[in-house]
């Protein structure tokens, strides 16, 4: 196996091993989201010459807009997909075994107010741990009115005759993504942002197929030659097969959930919400993350998918108003700190009036006639298994010798025990050290907690390349607020500049571009 490209390095290093001449890969991911570095993990460790490529950042897309859990999936578990469940269950466990920097044990509670919603959410939820074995998070059981209030302060207490507490996973999806390249250059791949696939040629005779990709940087176009090509592009994904059949059928639908941020001072519990009954039939949660409240998400059909998607006035209101019915302040749009939007992969249906919420979650993987690997569906929290399924799938289509799996216990980078999440640097892990003294400790942010130390080691040791890069998902500011976020942007640019050798001109466009951006999370 190679040695693994060191993480302090120049861009150029990476881009220098993923374009050499004469280099024939055994696998080309394509897409730096979960499903995309979760396969390109899988294949470094069993000994594949791998390389993923992403076309803008690590986990721009829906991996750094989820709700920010690694769940079972209790919703699934009320539609009877108790496979879909047992699977996620464990994946779970195995994650928060893996990166416990990043993923913890989050208690929630559903408030109850009729006898009968104490009945069938404790039986349900006494099924939810059964079904998760000894990976299992925590048992669950009935909670007291008193206990209940004590618990979630803020909450409405009218008819509140207590609550069902059970256990889940809470996680940083963007700073997992970012783990996770990390540790495939570690294992002896290469993982390079800004490289976008342009074109796929027929497989030659060898069976071997060379994927046009750009540097988006430089403006470069390279040939890369590969035996597999893996296309884990999420709601793209078509776009990427209708490079091979321009007359490929759609394989997704896309399924648009918001989410929006508020400050804690509307529920103040280390404890998280869960909201079991909507008007739409959905659950929703109001989850504390990095010092705020996390509250989402709503389920929208979506016709054409974007990089930016944008919350629809209806969702807005929809969380508002169900959130509010539960709490005692409650929120409107100008107490909201910022919204995101991601969007969910979906299986495409069969039959055209299934509703998004009822399509399963379940992933797919879909075999070509020229061996193009494309896989659909699935979530975060079975990343893994996803991975593991798909390296499955090409050993056996393209008569590689079958290989065992590696990735069920092994340690993400970072990976570090007996957390504090109160600091604000928990997040790094193993690297909160090096990322505390890669500069001077300046603050600047002392609402998101901040330092300059973190954006000269985002540049460094993280890949970033932009000023979203760093402020979006290197670290949360966008996403938690994005008036703060606006405030700082133009020195985080500047310091940025300094560390990849970029003038007042890079300076100045970084900013307005995330100014801009920076606008269409925040609710005028």
């Known amino acids: 196996m190679n040695q693994g490209i060191k993480m302090k390095t120049e861009r150029i290093s990476l881009l220098k091993a993923a374009t050499a001449k004469d280099v024939l890969w055994d696998v080309v991911v394509i897409g730096g989201g979960a499903t995309g570095l979760g396969t390109a993990l899988e294949a470094v460790t069993r000994g594949y010459k791998t390389l993923l490529l992403e076309q803008s950042d690590f986990a721009k897309g829906t991996s750094s807009r989820s709700t920010k859990l690694v769940h079972g999936g209790v919703r699934y578990l009320a539609q009877g997909n108790v496979g879909l469940v047992r699977e996620a269950s464990i994946e779970r466990g195995l994650l928060l075994q893996n990166a416990p920097h990043l993923v913890k044990n989050q208690t929630f509670i559903i408030p109850v107010y009729s006898f009968t919603d104490r009945l069938k959410y404790t039986i349900g939820l006494k099924l939810y741990d059964w079904i998760a074995g000894r990976l299992s998070l925590g048992r669950s059981y009935f909670i007291s009115r008193k206990k209940a209030l004590e618990a ?14 059970y256990h889940d996973g809470q996680f940083d999806d963007s700073r997992l993504a970012i783990n996770l390249a990390q540790t495939i250059i570690e ?54 097969l209708k490079m091979e059949d321009p007359a490929a059928p759609k394989s997704v639908v ?177 690297d909160a050290e090096g990322a505390k003294t890669a500069s001077e400790e300046q603050r600047i942010s002392d609402k998101l907690r901040i330092d300059k130390a973190q954006v000269v080691w985002a540049v460094q040791h993280e890949m970033a390349r932009t000023v979203e890069d760093f402020l979006a998902r290197r670290t949360r500011a966008l996403f938690l607020d994005a008036r703060e976020s606006i405030r700082i942007c133009q020195e985080v640019a500047t310091i940025m500049a300094a560390a990849l050798n970029r003038d007042d001109d890079w300076i100045q466009n970084e900013t307005v571009q995330f100014r801009e951006l920076a606008q269409q999370y925040l609710l005028n």
């Open 254 to 430: 896309a399924s648009q959930g918001i989410h929006l941020v508020l400050n804690k001072t509307f529920f103040s519990s280390a404890e998280a919400l869960m909201i079991p009954k909507t008007n739409d039939g959905r659950v929703l949660f109001a989850v504390p993350w990095h010092n705020e409240v996390v509250v989402g998400t709503t389920d929208t059909p979506v016709g054409v998918p974007s990089m930016e998607p944008r919350p629809l006035e209806k969702e807005i209101t929809f969380i508002l108003n169900t959130v509010g019915n539960y709490l005692v302040k409650k929120p409107c749009r100008k107490d909201v700190q910022s919204v995101f939007v991601g969007l969910r992969p979906l299986a495409a249906p069969k039959e055209g009036a299934q509703k998004t919420k009822e399509i399963s979650r379940s992933h797919k993987i879909i075999i070509s006639p020229t061996n193009l690997f494309t896989i659909i569906g699935g979530k975060w929290t079975t990343y893994r298994k996803m991975g593991e399924d798909m390296v499955d799938a090409i050993e056996k289509k393209l008569n590689w010798p079958l290989t065992k799996t590696r990735t069920p216990h092994l340690k993400i980078h970072g990976y570090k025990e007996g957390m504090n999440w109160e600091d604000p640097y928990y997040f790094y892990g193993s």
């Open 152 to 165: 979630l302060p803020g909450i409405n207490q009218e008819k509140l005759t207590g609550g069902v507490l």
């Open 187 to 240: 294992e002896g791949g290469v993982a390079i942002n800004y490289m976008k696939v342009l074109g796929l040629e027929k497989p030659d005779a060898k069976g071997h197929t060379v994927v046009e990709a750009e540097d988006m940087e430089q403006g470069v176009s390279y040939k890369i030659k590969t035996k597999a090509v893996v296309n884990a592009t999420g709601v793209f994904v078509d776009a990427i």
